[in-house]
């Protein structure tokens, strides 16, 4: 749990099974990226996991992918990137952030199980009315599918994704965190974990600055 802790702020992959937990000592934290920096291979392994290349999963009964009540381990710091190869910076949460393709593949995962849902209950004209936000009017909309709860209520939902375990950190945009703020009675985060293996999610609902532990990670500046 304590090496989990200390992989994600370095960027890193964590241990499946491990939750993250940061009360650990310093000179643990020494001496795992003195380990990592005297073993370059294994970034080649994390390489590998992260960016092999990744389709739509199968999954029989969609309905059952929600994780009404998910645990989560305790607040760890913010990952940074300190262990660099020649071919490029190894904070892999950013890497699956530019991971178009697996970003578009959850957002249909999410559009599907939407779907299936307003049809189970018998909400076939709702479900026709479903719209892939993301790409009728693009990231600036703050949110990335539009759907409806049973009553007809407009549904606002981004979608995060990730092919590591429920517990991985995830970027937001100061975009999506205001209209999160602007629309918190409707407003839903998606985040699909074990999206490679098998895919579940749990929501985040409302307020993303009250829904997360939250840190600025970039600033926009300029002379004075």
């Keep these: 749990m304590n090496i989990s802790a200390v992989l994600i702020e370095n960027g890193l992959p964590y241990i499946s099974g491990y939750k993250p937990y940061h009360n650990y000592q310093s000179l643990l934290k020494e001496e795992i990226e003195e380990y ?24 029989s009964e969609i309905l059952k992918a929600e994780i009404m009540d998910p645990e989560f381990g305790t607040q760890v710091k ?29 957002e249909r995962f999410v559009l599907s199980f939407e779907k299936q849902k307003l049809l189970s209950i018998d909400r076939k004209d709702l479900s026709k009315k479903i719209e892939h936000i993301s790409q009728t009017v693009g990231d600036s909309a703050g949110f990335y599918i539009l759907s409806f709860n049973e009553e007809g209520k407009e549904k606002h939902i981004e979608v995060k994704t990730t092919q590591m375990g429920k517990n991985a950190p995830f970027y937001f ?48 500046g300029w002379p004075k």
Excluded: C, W
């Excluded at 990592?36 to 199968?58: A, G, Q, T, V, W």
């Excluded at 895919?199 to 939250?214: E, I, M």
């Design 173 to 220: 945009t100061r975009n999506e965190l205001n209209f999160s703020m602007n629309y918190q009675e409707s407003y839903s985060l998606y985040r699909l974990f074990d999206f490679r293996k098998k895919p579940r999610f749990f929501q985040l609902k409302g307020s993303l600055d009250k829904s997360t532990n939250n840190v600025a990670t970039e600033y926009l």
């Design 78 to 106: 913010e990952p940074e990137t300190k262990f660099n190869t020649e071919n490029s910076e190894q904070n892999y949460y950013l890497k699956e952030l530019r991971n178009k393709k697996l970003g578009l593949l959850g």
């Design 36 to 59: 990592l920096s005297n073993h370059p291979n294994l970034f080649s392994l994390f390489d590998k996991y992260i960016e092999s290349d990744i389709s739509y999963p199968e999954i």
